[in-house]
C-alpha cells in the first residue's frame, strides 16, 4: 500500500454487514484501500460484490461498521452527521450510471445547484456552472431541460455537476453503464480528461473492463476483500 500520509482517500480495514432476518451478509472484510492525489483506480467484480457499498462509505454516504475512511488525511470515524455532510459537500463529487438530472431544471441549473447548496452566490455559481458546461462541450444546450438532451449529453451534465465544486476526490458508479458502445467510449474520454486536467483522486467502478484498462490501476472486489489487477 502506497503512503498513506500523501493519500487523498484511504479505506482502512473497512467492514460492512447487512442482517436479513437469521442472514448475515458479510459484503466488505476489512478491505482497505488508498489512492494518491491525480491517481485514477478502477474497481471491477461481479454483481453483488458490494462494489457500490464500498462506494457509498468511501463517499460517507453509508456507516461502515469497522474500519475508518480518511479523506484528505483527516479521519472521518468520530464525526457527527453534519461534519460527514460538509465533507462530502467540499471534498467529494459523486457520478452515478443514471444521472438523476432535475427534470425541472435546465443543464446549467443543474450544475448550478451544488454551488448554491454551498453558499457560492448566484452570480458567481452562474459563471462557474457555465465554465462547467462549457468543459464539458454543451454550451449550445446549456439552457435545455433533460427531456431534451441524449443519454449522453444528460451523463455530461451529470460530470459537470459533479465537479462544480471542485471536489478532490470523484467516486463514479458505472458511470458510462446506461449508453451505448459509442456515447461510453466518447463519455469515459471526456471523464479520464477531467481527471487529468483537475488532478482529481477518482474511484470508478466499472464492468467495462477495457475502460478499466485505461486507469492508473485496478483494483477488484470479491469475496469482502480487494486485490490489485
Request: glycine share 10%; charged share 25%; hydrophobic share 40%.
Amino acid at each position: 500500500m502506497s503512503d498513506l500520509s500523501s493519500s487523498t482517500l484511504v479505506l482502512d480495514g473497512v467492514e460492512r454487514t447487512y442482517q436479513f432476518g437469521d442472514h448475515r451478509l458479510e459484503v466488505l472484510r476489512g478491505t482497505s484501500l488508498s489512492i494518491e492525489t491525480g491517481e485514477l483506480v478502477g474497481l471491477i467484480g461481479p454483481s453483488g460484490s458490494g462494489k457500490s457499498t464500498l462506494l457509498h462509505i468511501a463517499g460517507l454516504l453509508e456507516w461502515p461498521d469497522g474500519g475508518d475512511v480518511r479523506v484528505s488525511g483527516r479521519s472521518c470515524q468520530g464525526m457527527n452527521d453534519k461534519e460527514r455532510t460538509l465533507v462530502r459537500r467540499n471534498e467529494i463529487g459523486f457520478v452515478y450510471q443514471f444521472h438523476h438530472l432535475l427534470p425541472e431544471f435546465s443543464a446549467l441549473e443543474n450544475v448550478m445547484l451544488p454551488l448554491l447548496i454551498s453558499g457560492t452566490r448566484r452570480s458567481v455559481a452562474r459563471r462557474r456552472a457555465r465554465e462547467w458546461i462549457n468543459a464539458v462541450g454543451l454550451s449550445e444546450r446549456q439552457s435545455h431541460r433533460p427531456a431534451r438532451l441524449s443519454g449522453g449529453e444528460q451523463q455530461r451534465v451529470a460530470l459537470a455537476r459533479a465537479l462544480a465544486n471542485e471536489p478532490r476526490i470523484l467516486l463514479a458508479d458505472e458511470p458510462t453503464g446506461n449508453l451505448d458502445v459509442q456515447t461510453s467510449g466518447e463519455v469515459f474520454d471526456l471523464l479520464i480528461s477531467l481527471i487529468r486536467a483537475t488532478k482529481l483522486s477518482a474511484l470508478v467502478a466499472t464492468h467495462n473492463l477495457d475502460l478499466a484498462a485505461r486507469m492508473d490501476r485496478i483494483v477488484r472486489l470479491e469475496e469482502g476483500r480487494l486485490t490489485s489487477e
